[in-house]
């Protein structure tokens, strides 16, 4: 099992930046593919940013220019380094990850964080 944890939510005014971090432990073999999802209240979960084994990365229309997803293989963390924070960014940030399995027909396995709160204020 692996499991997901994130930090650096919190409240920031509208313009500020936060940096989220979620690091993976227990039974990580080699991440895949590192993805930062997003759920603001009465809405659906939608997908913010994510990151190949590679580094390419992909990004929201709503966040392109203002949010950048790096990873560290070495210690098996992926961050989401967010700036000029509006309003409209409030949310619960959800880390999840994939990787393939150590069966002997490995399959790809995804996992999630608990979720971090971020509210901007106006």
């Known amino acids: 099992q692996v499991h997901l944890v994130e930090s650096g939510g919190g409240l920031v005014q509208a313009g500020g930046s936060l940096r989220l971090s979620c690091a993976a432990s227990?039974?990580?073999?080699?991440?895949?593919?590192w993805y930062w999802y997003r759920q603001a209240p009465g809405k659906q979960r939608e997908l913010v940013a994510d990151?190949?084994?590679?580094?390419?990365?992909n990004y929201a229309a709503s966040v392109k220019g203002r949010f950048t997803i790096s990873r560290d293989d070495a210690k098996n963390t992926v961050y989401l380094q967010m700036n000029s924070l509006k309003p409209e960014d409030t949310a619960v940030y959800y880390c999840?990850?994939?990787?393939?399995?150590?069966?002997?027909?490995?399959?790809?396995?995804?996992?999630w964080g608990q979720g971090t709160q971020v509210t901007v204020s106006a």
């Open positions: 227990g039974r990580v073999f080699s991440i895949n593919g």
């Open positions: 999840n990850a994939d990787q393939f399995d150590d069966s002997d027909d490995p399959i790809l396995v995804d996992y």
């Open positions: 990151i190949t084994r590679n580094g390419l990365t």
